[in-house]
T-cell receptor, first 114, second 111 residues
Framework: DTEVTQTPKHLVMGMTNKKSLKCEQH?????MYWYKQKAKKPPELMFV???????INESVPSRFSPECPNSSLLNLHLHALQPEDSALYLC?????????????FGAGTRLSVL | EDQVTQSPEALRLQEGESSSLNCSYT??????LFWYRQDPGKGPEFLFT???AGEEKEKERLKATLTKKESFLHITAPKPEDSATYLC????????????FGQGTTLQVKP
């Protein structure tokens, strides 16, 4: 089973709202990722957690706040977003943070910021 | 500069018309090249990983090959359900798990 589950599937929020995206995997993977994908573009890496510690932050604005409560769960807390933050947010996981490992993606959360 | 370039950007085929997608890469010390398929509004689905020049992998109508400078995804006798965007990615030399993606090839197979 290579399933990564993301909730919710769709989210609409105003610029003053606070919301969270959730991601879960039960493959025993120790690395988890957040990506942002705009229409007709490839995924862009935002954050990497390796063994529950933040290992990469790709200079993401502070209105995005990641959290890794345990090895199976990954959250992305959203606050004071801008309309240009509307996108498909993807979560992925891999065996660990080593480069040769396959990343498995979830179905994504479609976020619309009004 | 490490980068991945995919061609063509878009490809239209008739059902049964075989073709190839190209992925050219420049990266110091390849640690892995990955092919994904992505349907509209969904997450990328893993297809293949290749690690060394000369390696080949097959799955149904798809075959991926790797040289020192590029990878090909060969599609034999495609069906309409093969229509999707195909993404190629390589591991960044830092070996931190960061993937460098190409822009993708959008394939449309007409019945």
């Amino acid at each position: 089973d290579t399933e990564v589950t993301q909730t919710p599937k769709h989210l609409v929020m105003g610029m003053t709202n606070k919301k969270s995206l959730k991601c879960e995997q039960h493959m025993g993977h120790r690395a988890m990722y957040w990506y942002k994908q705009k229409a007709k573009k490839p995924p862009e890496l935002m954050f990497v957690y390796s063994y529950e510690k933040l290992s990469i932050n790709e200079s993401v604005p502070s209105r995005f706040s990641p959290e890794c409560p345990n090895s199976s769960l990954l959250n992305l807390h959203l606050h004071a977003l801008q309309p240009e933050d509307s996108a498909l947010y993807l979560c992925a996981s891999s065996q660990d943070g080593q480069g040769s490992n396959i990343q498995y993606f979830g179905a994504g959360t479609r976020l619309s910021v009004l | 500069e490490d980068q991945v370039t995919q061609s063509p950007e878009a490809l239209r085929l008739q059902e049964g018309e075989s073709s190839s997608l190209n992925c050219s890469y420049t990266v110091s010390g390849l640690r892995g090249l990955f092919w994904y398929r992505q349907d509209p509004g969904k997450g990328p689905e893993f297809l293949f990983t290749l690690y060394s020049a000369g390696e080949e992998k097959e799955k149904e109508r798809l075959k991926a090959t790797l040289t020192k400078k590029e990878s090909f995804l060969h599609i034999t006798a495609p069906k309409p359900e093969d229509s999707a965007t195909y993404l190629c990615a390589v591991q960044a030399p830092s070996n931190t798990g960061k993937l460098i993606f190409g822009q993708g090839t959008t394939l449309q197979v007409k019945p």
